[in-house]
Protein backbone atom coordinates (compact mmCIF):
# COMPACT_ATOMS: atom_id res chain seq x y z
CA UNK A 1 0.00 0.00 0.00
CA UNK A 2 1.13 3.32 -0.84
CA UNK A 3 1.86 6.12 1.49
CA UNK A 4 1.57 9.95 1.18
CA UNK A 5 5.71 9.82 1.32
CA UNK A 6 5.25 7.58 -2.01
CA UNK A 7 2.34 9.66 -3.87
CA UNK A 8 5.20 12.77 -3.42
CA UNK A 9 8.25 10.87 -4.23
CA UNK A 10 10.27 10.79 -7.68
CA UNK A 11 12.80 9.44 -9.24
CA UNK A 12 16.08 10.84 -8.32
CA UNK A 13 17.45 11.48 -11.87
CA UNK A 14 19.12 14.91 -11.72
CA UNK A 15 22.19 16.28 -9.65
CA UNK A 16 20.72 18.88 -7.81
CA UNK A 17 17.34 17.40 -7.32
CA UNK A 18 16.32 18.16 -3.51
CA UNK A 19 18.35 21.36 -3.47
CA UNK A 20 17.11 25.07 -3.76
CA UNK A 21 19.21 27.64 -5.34
CA UNK A 22 18.94 31.71 -5.06
CA UNK A 23 20.06 33.71 -8.10
CA UNK A 24 20.74 37.11 -7.76
CA UNK A 25 21.56 38.08 -11.47
CA UNK A 26 19.58 40.84 -12.93
CA UNK A 27 20.77 40.05 -16.62
CA UNK A 28 20.34 36.28 -17.96
CA UNK A 29 18.81 35.56 -14.80
CA UNK A 30 16.05 33.54 -16.79
CA UNK A 31 19.14 31.62 -18.84
CA UNK A 32 20.64 30.77 -15.00
CA UNK A 33 17.25 29.77 -13.55
CA UNK A 34 16.18 27.48 -16.84
CA UNK A 35 19.96 25.77 -16.68
CA UNK A 36 19.78 25.08 -12.88
CA UNK A 37 16.37 23.61 -13.00
CA UNK A 38 17.37 21.12 -15.79
CA UNK A 39 19.78 19.52 -13.35
CA UNK A 40 16.65 19.33 -10.99
CA UNK A 41 17.02 22.67 -8.57
CA UNK A 42 14.60 24.37 -7.31
CA UNK A 43 15.10 28.29 -7.72
CA UNK A 44 14.75 31.07 -5.78
CA UNK A 45 14.27 34.09 -8.33
CA UNK A 46 15.78 37.30 -6.21
CA UNK A 47 17.17 39.86 -8.42
CA UNK A 48 19.98 41.78 -6.04
CA UNK A 49 20.68 45.08 -8.52
CA UNK A 50 19.82 46.44 -12.93
CA UNK A 51 21.28 47.43 -15.19
CA UNK A 52 20.84 51.24 -16.01
CA UNK A 53 21.47 52.39 -19.17
CA UNK A 54 23.61 55.90 -19.61
CA UNK A 55 22.56 56.16 -23.67
CA UNK A 56 21.68 59.94 -22.63
CA UNK A 57 24.26 60.48 -19.89
CA UNK A 58 25.84 63.53 -20.39
CA UNK A 59 28.90 62.14 -19.03
CA UNK A 60 28.74 59.17 -21.52
CA UNK A 61 28.72 61.74 -24.35
CA UNK A 62 31.87 63.60 -22.71
CA UNK A 63 33.97 60.84 -22.40
CA UNK A 64 32.68 59.32 -26.49
CA UNK A 65 33.80 63.29 -27.54
CA UNK A 66 37.15 62.72 -25.58
CA UNK A 67 37.99 59.51 -26.98
CA UNK A 68 36.93 60.48 -30.83
CA UNK A 69 38.82 63.87 -30.74
CA UNK A 70 41.88 62.08 -30.48
CA UNK A 71 44.42 59.33 -31.38
CA UNK A 72 44.08 56.39 -28.28
CA UNK A 73 46.99 54.38 -27.51
CA UNK A 74 45.16 51.52 -25.63
CA UNK A 75 41.16 50.88 -25.26
CA UNK A 76 40.25 48.35 -22.48
CA UNK A 77 37.18 46.99 -23.16
CA UNK A 78 35.13 45.02 -19.99
CA UNK A 79 31.79 43.55 -21.44
CA UNK A 80 30.32 42.43 -24.91
CA UNK A 81 26.85 44.61 -23.88
CA UNK A 82 28.71 47.71 -22.75
CA UNK A 83 31.00 47.75 -25.71
CA UNK A 84 27.82 47.44 -28.17
CA UNK A 85 25.91 50.05 -26.29
CA UNK A 86 28.61 52.55 -26.00
CA UNK A 87 28.89 52.17 -30.22
CA UNK A 88 24.94 52.22 -29.95
CA UNK A 89 25.09 55.53 -28.29
CA UNK A 90 28.00 56.81 -30.49
CA UNK A 91 25.60 55.74 -33.17
CA UNK A 92 22.82 58.13 -32.03
CA UNK A 93 24.67 60.96 -31.09
CA UNK A 94 26.70 60.93 -34.76
CA UNK A 95 30.14 60.41 -33.44
CA UNK A 96 29.90 56.54 -34.50
CA UNK A 97 32.46 56.72 -37.04
CA UNK A 98 35.00 58.89 -35.66
CA UNK A 99 34.81 56.73 -32.34
CA UNK A 100 35.47 53.49 -34.42
CA UNK A 101 37.92 55.05 -36.72
CA UNK A 102 39.78 56.15 -33.10
CA UNK A 103 39.02 52.32 -31.61
CA UNK A 104 40.66 50.99 -34.99
CA UNK A 105 43.88 52.71 -34.66
CA UNK A 106 44.26 51.60 -30.55
CA UNK A 107 45.15 48.41 -29.07
CA UNK A 108 42.57 46.96 -27.67
CA UNK A 109 42.54 44.58 -24.63
CA UNK A 110 39.15 42.72 -24.37
CA UNK A 111 38.86 41.27 -21.10
CA UNK A 112 36.99 38.12 -22.26
CA UNK A 113 35.13 36.31 -24.81
CA UNK A 114 31.73 38.31 -24.76
CA UNK A 115 33.82 41.13 -25.11
CA UNK A 116 36.01 40.06 -27.75
CA UNK A 117 32.79 39.10 -29.73
CA UNK A 118 31.33 42.66 -29.76
CA UNK A 119 34.42 43.80 -30.74
CA UNK A 120 34.66 41.57 -33.66
CA UNK A 121 31.02 42.47 -34.83
CA UNK A 122 31.93 45.69 -35.36
CA UNK A 123 34.44 44.94 -37.59
CA UNK A 124 38.07 45.64 -35.20
CA UNK A 125 40.35 43.38 -33.61
CA UNK A 126 41.46 42.84 -30.22
CA UNK A 127 45.12 43.38 -29.85
CA UNK A 128 44.88 41.28 -26.68
CA UNK A 129 42.54 39.03 -24.21
CA UNK A 130 43.57 37.90 -20.18
CA UNK A 131 43.42 33.98 -20.13
CA UNK A 132 41.50 34.77 -16.47
CA UNK A 133 39.14 37.33 -17.53
CA UNK A 134 40.51 39.35 -14.56
CA UNK A 135 41.22 42.88 -13.91
CA UNK A 136 44.86 42.32 -12.39
CA UNK A 137 45.68 40.34 -15.43
CA UNK A 138 44.78 43.45 -17.51
CA UNK A 139 46.37 45.54 -15.13
CA UNK A 140 49.61 43.66 -15.33
CA UNK A 141 49.79 43.39 -19.33
CA UNK A 142 49.23 47.14 -19.65
CA UNK A 143 51.75 48.31 -16.96
CA UNK A 144 54.43 46.39 -18.89
CA UNK A 145 54.02 49.16 -21.73
CA UNK A 146 55.46 52.81 -21.49
CA UNK A 147 52.49 54.45 -20.61
CA UNK A 148 53.66 58.00 -20.11
CA UNK A 149 51.33 60.47 -22.33
CA UNK A 150 49.62 57.83 -23.31
CA UNK A 151 45.52 58.05 -23.89
CA UNK A 152 43.95 55.01 -22.62
CA UNK A 153 39.92 54.43 -22.62
CA UNK A 154 38.31 52.49 -20.25
CA UNK A 155 34.65 51.12 -20.69
CA UNK A 156 33.70 50.41 -17.29
CA UNK A 157 30.58 47.95 -16.41
CA UNK A 158 28.19 49.01 -13.95
CA UNK A 159 31.16 50.73 -11.37
CA UNK A 160 33.82 52.58 -10.96
CA UNK A 161 37.15 50.48 -11.41
CA UNK A 162 39.89 52.22 -9.03
CA UNK A 163 41.98 49.87 -8.99
CA UNK A 164 42.88 49.70 -12.70
CA UNK A 165 42.45 53.36 -13.20
CA UNK A 166 44.85 54.53 -10.51
CA UNK A 167 47.25 51.87 -11.67
CA UNK A 168 47.36 53.52 -15.48
CA UNK A 169 47.26 57.00 -13.89
CA UNK A 170 50.34 56.16 -11.68
CA UNK A 171 52.05 54.69 -14.70
CA UNK A 172 51.53 58.52 -16.55
CA UNK A 173 48.36 57.23 -18.41
CA UNK A 174 45.54 59.99 -19.40
CA UNK A 175 42.67 57.66 -18.53
CA UNK A 176 39.54 58.10 -20.02
CA UNK A 177 36.54 56.27 -18.56
CA UNK A 178 33.63 55.34 -20.36
CA UNK A 179 30.71 54.55 -18.02
CA UNK A 180 28.40 52.94 -20.39
CA UNK A 181 25.65 52.27 -17.63
CA UNK A 182 25.42 51.63 -14.02
CA UNK A 183 24.10 48.90 -11.47
CA UNK A 184 21.62 50.25 -9.13
CA UNK A 185 19.15 48.78 -6.79
CA UNK A 186 16.37 46.66 -8.14
CA UNK A 187 13.04 48.17 -7.49
CA UNK A 188 11.49 45.83 -5.23
CA UNK A 189 14.16 44.31 -3.06
CA UNK A 190 11.78 42.16 -0.91
CA UNK A 191 12.45 38.81 -2.86
CA UNK A 192 16.27 39.71 -2.05
CA UNK A 193 15.23 40.19 1.29
CA UNK A 194 13.57 37.32 1.67
CA UNK A 195 16.03 34.93 0.00
CA UNK A 196 18.55 36.19 2.78
CA UNK A 197 16.31 35.03 5.20
CA UNK A 198 15.56 31.90 3.74
CA UNK A 199 19.49 31.53 3.69
CA UNK A 200 19.95 32.33 7.42
CA UNK A 201 16.85 30.07 8.21
CA UNK A 202 18.67 27.45 6.22
CA UNK A 203 15.98 26.65 3.62
CA UNK A 204 18.45 27.79 0.57
CA UNK A 205 20.84 25.28 0.14
CA UNK A 206 23.31 28.19 -2.42
CA UNK A 207 22.97 31.69 -3.86
CA UNK A 208 24.25 31.79 -7.12
CA UNK A 209 26.23 35.25 -7.76
CA UNK A 210 27.31 36.50 -11.63
CA UNK A 211 28.14 39.97 -10.55
CA UNK A 212 30.48 41.60 -8.01
CA UNK A 213 28.15 44.40 -7.18
CA UNK A 214 25.39 41.49 -6.35
CA UNK A 215 27.07 40.39 -3.54
CA UNK A 216 27.52 43.52 -2.34
CA UNK A 217 23.77 44.35 -2.72
CA UNK A 218 22.97 41.62 -1.13
CA UNK A 219 25.18 42.32 1.96
CA UNK A 220 23.39 45.83 1.89
CA UNK A 221 20.13 44.27 1.94
CA UNK A 222 20.87 42.03 4.93
CA UNK A 223 22.91 44.52 6.91
CA UNK A 224 19.48 46.86 6.94
CA UNK A 225 17.45 43.66 8.35
CA UNK A 226 20.34 43.01 10.43
CA UNK A 227 21.18 39.74 9.01
CA UNK A 228 24.52 40.19 7.61
CA UNK A 229 26.26 38.18 9.90
CA UNK A 230 23.98 35.89 10.30
CA UNK A 231 24.08 35.63 6.43
CA UNK A 232 27.89 35.55 5.96
CA UNK A 233 27.83 32.78 8.87
CA UNK A 234 25.14 30.41 6.76
CA UNK A 235 27.69 31.00 3.83
CA UNK A 236 30.78 30.38 5.58
CA UNK A 237 28.93 27.34 7.11
CA UNK A 238 26.38 25.46 5.24
CA UNK A 239 25.09 27.84 2.08
CA UNK A 240 27.31 27.46 -0.86
CA UNK A 241 27.92 30.42 -2.12
CA UNK A 242 28.53 30.21 -6.13
CA UNK A 243 30.83 33.05 -7.89
CA UNK A 244 30.89 33.22 -11.55
CA UNK A 245 34.62 34.33 -11.19
CA UNK A 246 37.23 35.87 -8.93
CA UNK A 247 36.16 39.57 -9.18
CA UNK A 248 32.49 38.91 -8.21
CA UNK A 249 33.66 37.00 -5.13
CA UNK A 250 36.12 38.87 -3.83
CA UNK A 251 34.04 40.94 -1.25
CA UNK A 252 32.84 37.55 0.00
CA UNK A 253 36.45 35.49 0.34
CA UNK A 254 37.83 38.89 2.05
CA UNK A 255 34.98 38.00 5.13
CA UNK A 256 35.74 34.25 5.25
CA UNK A 257 33.10 33.09 2.92
CA UNK A 258 34.25 29.70 0.84
CA UNK A 259 33.41 30.02 -2.47
CA UNK A 260 32.53 27.91 -5.32
CA UNK A 261 33.69 29.34 -8.81
CA UNK A 262 33.85 27.79 -12.10
CA UNK A 263 36.78 27.60 -14.60
CA UNK A 264 35.98 29.86 -17.18
CA UNK A 265 33.22 32.85 -15.76
CA UNK A 266 30.00 31.30 -17.93
CA UNK A 267 26.62 30.72 -16.92
CA UNK A 268 26.77 27.16 -17.89
CA UNK A 269 29.82 26.43 -15.90
CA UNK A 270 28.79 28.65 -12.94
CA UNK A 271 26.05 25.28 -13.07
CA UNK A 272 28.30 22.27 -13.14
CA UNK A 273 30.67 23.85 -10.55
CA UNK A 274 27.61 23.96 -8.53
CA UNK A 275 26.39 20.46 -9.42
CA UNK A 276 29.87 19.49 -8.27
CA UNK A 277 30.39 21.58 -5.25
CA UNK A 278 26.71 21.62 -3.91
CA UNK A 279 26.15 17.88 -2.68
CA UNK A 280 29.62 18.10 -1.02
CA UNK A 281 28.78 20.76 1.71
CA UNK A 282 24.21 19.76 1.71
CA UNK A 283 24.41 15.95 1.23
CA UNK A 284 24.85 13.38 3.69
CA UNK A 285 24.24 9.17 3.58
CA UNK A 286 23.38 7.12 6.27
CA UNK A 287 22.66 3.06 6.37
CA UNK A 288 18.93 3.10 7.91
CA UNK A 289 17.71 -0.24 8.14
CA UNK A 290 19.86 -1.39 5.46
CA UNK A 291 18.69 0.90 3.30
CA UNK A 292 20.85 4.11 1.87
CA UNK A 293 19.35 7.52 2.92
CA UNK A 294 20.62 10.68 1.26
CA UNK A 295 19.87 13.97 3.07
CA UNK A 296 19.63 16.54 0.57
CA UNK A 297 18.79 20.47 0.71
CA UNK A 298 14.52 19.82 0.99
CA UNK A 299 14.71 16.61 0.71
CA UNK A 300 15.99 12.77 1.04
CA UNK A 301 16.54 9.78 -1.34
CA UNK A 302 15.36 6.41 -0.34
CA UNK A 303 14.63 3.82 -2.05
CA UNK A 304 16.05 5.58 -5.09
CA UNK A 305 12.88 8.13 -4.96
CA UNK A 306 13.51 11.73 -4.23
CA UNK A 307 11.09 12.80 -1.37
CA UNK A 308 10.55 16.17 -0.58
CA UNK A 309 10.71 17.42 3.15
CA UNK A 310 8.90 20.35 4.86
CA UNK A 311 11.40 23.05 6.68
CA UNK A 312 10.93 21.60 9.90
CA UNK A 313 10.65 17.93 9.57
CA UNK A 314 13.73 18.26 7.50
CA UNK A 315 15.89 20.15 10.78
CA UNK A 316 14.38 17.63 12.61
CA UNK A 317 16.57 14.63 10.46
CA UNK A 318 19.10 16.51 10.22
CA UNK A 319 19.86 17.07 14.10
CA UNK A 320 19.43 13.09 14.16
CA UNK A 321 22.18 12.58 11.74
CA UNK A 322 24.41 14.37 12.84
CA UNK A 323 24.33 11.46 16.03
CA UNK A 324 23.18 8.96 14.05
CA UNK A 325 21.83 5.74 16.08
CA UNK A 326 22.18 7.86 18.99
CA UNK A 327 19.30 9.32 21.33
CA UNK A 328 18.55 13.21 20.69
CA UNK A 329 15.78 14.66 23.67
CA UNK A 330 12.99 16.73 22.42
CA UNK A 331 14.32 19.53 24.36
CA UNK A 332 17.29 19.56 21.77
CA UNK A 333 15.62 19.26 18.94
CA UNK A 334 13.19 22.36 20.16
CA UNK A 335 16.43 24.47 19.29
CA UNK A 336 16.63 23.69 15.68
CA UNK A 337 13.04 23.88 14.34
CA UNK A 338 13.07 26.99 12.29
CA UNK A 339 10.81 28.74 14.26
CA UNK A 340 13.21 28.56 17.23
CA UNK A 341 13.90 32.00 18.19
CA UNK A 342 10.96 34.78 18.51
CA UNK A 343 11.74 38.19 16.88
CA UNK A 344 14.20 40.17 18.89
CA UNK A 345 13.47 38.00 22.45
CA UNK A 346 16.25 35.29 21.57
CA UNK A 347 14.19 32.93 23.91
CA UNK A 348 12.88 29.33 22.62
CA UNK A 349 9.90 29.65 20.50
CA UNK A 350 8.82 25.93 20.02
CA UNK A 351 8.38 23.30 22.37
CA UNK A 352 7.93 19.52 23.11
CA UNK A 353 4.53 19.26 21.02
CA UNK A 354 6.40 21.49 18.24
CA UNK A 355 8.71 18.93 17.62
CA UNK A 356 6.26 15.71 18.09
CA UNK A 357 4.29 17.47 15.35
CA UNK A 358 7.43 17.87 13.30
CA UNK A 359 8.51 14.22 13.68
CA UNK A 360 4.93 12.87 12.65
CA UNK A 361 5.29 14.90 9.78
CA UNK A 362 8.66 13.60 9.38
CA UNK A 363 7.64 10.11 9.47
CA UNK A 364 4.95 10.58 6.91
CA UNK A 365 7.78 12.01 4.50
CA UNK A 366 10.23 9.52 4.26
CA UNK A 367 7.45 7.10 3.69
CA UNK A 368 8.95 4.10 5.45
CA UNK A 369 8.21 2.71 9.51
CA UNK A 370 10.88 2.67 11.68
CA UNK A 371 13.42 4.94 10.12
CA UNK A 372 12.84 7.41 13.33
CA UNK A 373 12.36 5.80 16.59
CA UNK A 374 10.71 7.10 19.42
CA UNK A 375 13.03 6.56 22.98
CA UNK A 376 10.19 6.70 25.67
CA UNK A 377 10.87 9.50 28.00
CA UNK A 378 14.05 10.82 26.03
CA UNK A 379 13.75 11.51 22.90
CA UNK A 380 14.20 9.95 19.24
CA UNK A 381 16.65 8.33 17.08
CA UNK A 382 17.41 7.05 13.62
CA UNK A 383 17.61 3.56 13.46
CA UNK A 384 21.25 3.30 12.35
CA UNK A 385 24.14 1.74 12.70
CA UNK A 386 26.55 4.89 13.37
CA UNK A 387 29.42 2.43 11.98
CA UNK A 388 28.00 2.30 8.64
CA UNK A 389 26.96 5.94 8.26
CA UNK A 390 28.69 7.76 4.91
CA UNK A 391 29.82 4.51 3.90
CA UNK A 392 27.66 4.06 1.26
CA UNK A 393 26.84 4.27 -1.65
CA UNK A 394 30.68 3.69 -2.83
CA UNK A 395 32.04 7.07 -3.99
CA UNK A 396 29.01 9.56 -2.20
CA UNK A 397 29.83 12.65 -0.31
CA UNK A 398 29.20 13.32 2.72
CA UNK A 399 28.08 16.47 4.64
Known sequence: MSTAGDRDAAPAAEPLAGFAVGVTAARRHEELATLLERRGARVVLAPAIR?????????????????????????????????????????????????????AEAAIVARGPKARGAIRSAGLQERWSPESEGCAEVIEHLLRTDLAGARVAVQLYGERQPELTAALRGAGAEVIEVPVYRWSRTEDPTPLRRLVGQAVAGTVDAIAFTSAPAVTETLAVAAESGLEEPLLDAMR??????????????????????????????????????????????????????????????????????????????????ALARRPGHVVSRAELCGVLPSRLAAGEGRPQADEHAVEMAVARLRRGLGRPGIVETVVKRGYRLACDPRLTDRLPAGSTTG
Open 51 to 103: LAPLADDAELLEATLACAAGPLDHVVVTTGIGFRAWLESADGQGTRDALVARL
Open 237 to 318: AHVVAACVGPVTARALTVRGVPTVQPERARLGALVRALVTGLPGRRSRWLSVRGCALELRGHAVVLDGLLRPIAPAPMAILR
